[in-house]
């Protein structure tokens, strides 16, 4: 039986855990929803400081020069790259990831839609299971582009292959599903959609930061995702876009704001898409947030994604170990794959009373989160959380269930 010791003396042999005290934690906290907003990096603050009364107070509008506001899109990009198996000049940080999916659909959809070889093509594919703004974002398009596009929506990753056939135009696929944690097959999916002629978009907002991602390696053709989830950004940071260089010339989108021109201030009253991989922008970017990103992401740069991704395994393991043994005989089901190769950086276990008890467990300090149908999820975020937190959010958890402490009638707060 692994003890608070055992976890305890794994902490002293953790050459990440130095990392947690540069995060703003607050006491008697385990955070376990950092696969939904990250933790404030201490320096988050100074640089916040820094941009809101030097940059914007005394510099004024001079800081689009002279901080390099205007870069900033693609200059974080260029530091986000490394983390996905990206280059440089391939991705930018702007917008939502909402919006990002939006584009990305529609830049392949017309790509499609001007190839001869895949012009008729009007299926998308994705998982009914997927994030919802996915799915939103898809019909959306498809209903607006009014050119007869239909969503095939399967119920398992096991139907993928299937399902993704001769038919389909573009697949839109989210690498780690945002409710069972479940990790894809990037590069065996890429290469299948490939196969039969069809283009991929990967949605990577839970594995950004949470594990290795190889996006050229595998050699996909469009992702997005989030900075706010495991980089760290803060509350509703702006989203990413990557395309590759193969790909940025004939990359096209019908959000073609002033942000995605060659010259902007040419003034023109042409459109004319950048060259590089601005053309992903639209509009001016809410740069107060979007430097908070740099923070994260600079973080990031000390740390390898290999090291991570050994203690988030780790840590994972740890936890569905210690919930099977301190909670066996409760109502509980792991909806997270047991295999290393098919698992994020997150578990979730359904219980019949899933809502309530997570309230008992924020309650008590053990933030998680739920999602329908009657799903914990406990997110692990190697750089600031200890096998001891992990311990200790077990702990929290088998006392609430076995004495029943928790309100089956709490009311839902609007997030959940
Ligand atoms: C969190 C998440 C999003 C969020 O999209 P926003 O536009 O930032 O609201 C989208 N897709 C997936 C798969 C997510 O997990």
């Avoid at 398992?156 to 690498?175: G, K, N, R, W």
């Avoid at 780690?176 to 991929?200: E, F, K």
């Avoid at 590759?244 to 019908?254: D, S, V, Y």
Wanted: a negative charge.
């Amino acid at each position: 039986m692994t003890t608070r010791d055992d976890c305890l003396a794994l902490d002293r042999a953790d050459e990440l855990a130095h990392f947690k005290q540069e995060f703003a934690l607050p006491a008697g906290i385990v955070y376990l929803d950092g696969n939904s907003l990250g933790a404030r990096p201490k320096a988050a603050l100074q640089r916040a400081r820094q941009v809101v009364e030097q940059e914007w107070g005394e510099d004024l509008i001079r800081s689009w020069n002279k901080a390099g506001w205007f870069e900033l899109p693609g200059r974080l990009g260029d530091k986000l790259a490394p983390l996905i198996g990206a280059q440089p000049g391939e991705v930018v940080v702007t917008d939502t990831t909402s919006v990002n999916l939006f584009k990305a659909l529609a830049a392949a959809l017309r790509m499609q839609a001007e190839n001869p070889a895949t012009a008729q093509r009007r299926v998308i594919v994705s998982e009914r299971s997927n994030f919802p703004t996915d799915v939103y974002i898809a019909q959306g398009l498809a209903q607006w582009l009014d050119s007869g596009y239909t969503l095939r929506l399967v119920d398992a990753p096991e139907e993928l292959p299937q399902a993704i056939d001769a038919s389909v135009a573009a697949v839109m696929l989210t690498h780690v599903n945002y409710r069972s944690g479940r990790l894809l097959d990037m590069p065996g999916l890429t290469a299948h959609a490939h196969a039969q002629g069809a283009l991929i978009v990967w949605d990577l907002a839970h594995s950004a930061g949470a594990l290795p991602v190889e996006l050229e390696q595998a050699n996909a053709d469009f992702a997005v995702g989030c900075t706010y989830k495991y980089l760290n950004g803060g509350p509703g940071a702006p989203a990413f876009i990557w395309v590759p260089k193969r790909h940025q010339a004939r990359f096209g989108h019908p959000l073609s704001g002033w942000w995605g021109h060659a010259n902007p201030f040419a003034m023109s009253s042409e459109f004319a898409p950048h060259p590089g991989i601005a053309r992903a922008l639209c509009g001016t970017q809410p740069i107060t947030s979007l430097a908070m990103v740099e923070v994260g992401l600079d973080m990031y740069a000390r740390t390898d994604m290999a090291a991570l991704r050994r203690k988030s395994l780790v840590m994972t393991d740890l936890f569905i170990g210690l919930v099977e043994e301190r909670c066996a005989g409760q109502p509980l089901t792991l909806d997270t794959p047991r295999e290393h190769g098919l698992r994020g950086s997150h578990v979730s276990f359904t219980h019949p009373q899933g809502y309530a008890v997570m309230q008992a467990l924020i309650g008590r300090g053990v933030i998680g989160d739920y999602r329908e149908p009657g799903i914990m999820r406990f997110g692990f975020t190697p750089l600031y959380l200890s096998y001891a937190d992990v311990w200790d959010a077990v702990d929290t958890l088998a006392d609430i269930l076995q004495r029943q402490a928790y309100d089956a009638g709490a009311t839902r707060s609007a997030v959940t």
